[in-house]
């Protein structure tokens, strides 16, 4: 399993939002910091293929994902920073309309997507409209539909922004339970989520790469420098803090 970004470069006009960034992700956890504007975005609308890139390949097991098509779309869950849900749809409705534009059957997808709505402990909610949940009940929906397939590439923005520190805490133990055999990208500015959650960290300033490398790499590099955290490392780069 793996997914590969090969100089991916991405333009508006004379604004460069993503210069030659080049990365291969394995099954694992993957963070992806910086902040606002850094080219977080851009590089998951194009890796969804929401995106085209002005220059560069994207591969899946060395395939390039254009000339796979619906077939790589349908590996790929995304899970979107804006709570733009179907307010008057109930849960279960809402999740098996995902399964259909995904192209699933009703039938096909019943069991797995109880399975889901457990593992995101909704169960009790199921039947209620996605209008009357809270704030960190509508993430879980969000993370829910992006699990419909059972995709082995999952990809969220900014998945915890406007959650209470509580809610913060449990959303990160479900993605680390439902992140098992995928490789998972979390993009954030938020520094803090991925201190206990991803097993590598990818910095991005100004759609280039700043520094990467697993916790345990980073700590030992920055070490000398007085970082023994993810936001002390964040600030030596010279990055924001949030």
Same mark, same amino acid.
């Given at each position: 399993m793996r997914l590969e970004a090969k100089e991916l470069t991405k333009e508006y006009g004379k604004k460069r939002a993503l210069d030659t960034f080049s990365y291969t992700f394995h099954e694992g956890i993957y963070g992806l910091l910086g902040p606002n504007? +850094?080219?977080? &975005?851009?590089l998951m609308g194009i890796l969804t293929t929401g995106l085209k890139a002005t220059s560069g390949k994207v591969y899946w097991d060395?395939?390039?994902? +254009?000339? *796979?098509?619906?077939?790589?779309?349908?590996l790929v869950g995304f899970m979107p920073q804006q709570q733009r849900i179907y307010e008057d749809f109930t849960l279960v409705r809402f999740l098996y309309y995902i399964a259909a534009l995904k192209g699933k059957k009703k039938q096909e997808v019943a069991e797995e997507i109880d399975d889901i709505i457990h593992s995101v402990n909704l169960w009790e909610v199921r039947n209620d409209t996605i209008g009357t949940f809270s704030g960190g009940m509508k993430q879980r929906t969000l993370l829910a539909q &992006? %699990?419909?397939?059972?995709p082995s590439i999952l990809i969220m923005d900014e998945p915890t922004v406007g959650l209470d520190p509580k809610e913060r805490v449990h959303f990160r133990e479900l993605v680390s339970k439902v992140a098992q055999n995928k490789i998972v990208i979390i993009a954030t500015h938020i520094v803090s989520d991925l201190e206990k959650l991803a097993?590598? *960290?990818?910095? %991005?300033?100004?759609?280039?790469?700043?520094? &990467?490398g697993t916790l345990d790499v980073l700590y030992e590099k920055y070490s000398s420098q007085g970082a023994s955290s993810v936001e002390e490392i964040y600030m030596s780069l010279g990055m924001e803090s949030k």
């Amino acid at each position: 399993m793996r997914l590969e970004a090969k100089e991916l470069t991405k333009e508006y006009g004379k604004k460069r939002a993503l210069d030659t960034f080049s990365y291969t992700f394995h099954e694992g956890i993957y963070g992806l910091l910086g902040p606002n504007g +850094a080219g977080k &975005s851009t590089l998951m609308g194009i890796l969804t293929t929401g995106l085209k890139a002005t220059s560069g390949k994207v591969y899946w097991d060395d395939k390039d994902i +254009a000339s *796979i098509g619906k077939n790589y779309r349908g590996l790929v869950g995304f899970m979107p920073q804006q709570q733009r849900i179907y307010e008057d749809f109930t849960l279960v409705r809402f999740l098996y309309y995902i399964a259909a534009l995904k192209g699933k059957k009703k039938q096909e997808v019943a069991e797995e997507i109880d399975d889901i709505i457990h593992s995101v402990n909704l169960w009790e909610v199921r039947n209620d409209t996605i209008g009357t949940f809270s704030g960190g009940m509508k993430q879980r929906t969000l993370l829910a539909q &992006s %699990l419909v397939g059972n995709p082995s590439i999952l990809i969220m923005d900014e998945p915890t922004v406007g959650l209470d520190p509580k809610e913060r805490v449990h959303f990160r133990e479900l993605v680390s339970k439902v992140a098992q055999n995928k490789i998972v990208i979390i993009a954030t500015h938020i520094v803090s989520d991925l201190e206990k959650l991803a097993s590598e *960290i990818i910095f %991005l300033n100004h759609g280039k790469i700043v520094e &990467s490398g697993t916790l345990d790499v980073l700590y030992e590099k920055y070490s000398s420098q007085g970082a023994s955290s993810v936001e002390e490392i964040y600030m030596s780069l010279g990055m924001e803090s949030k």
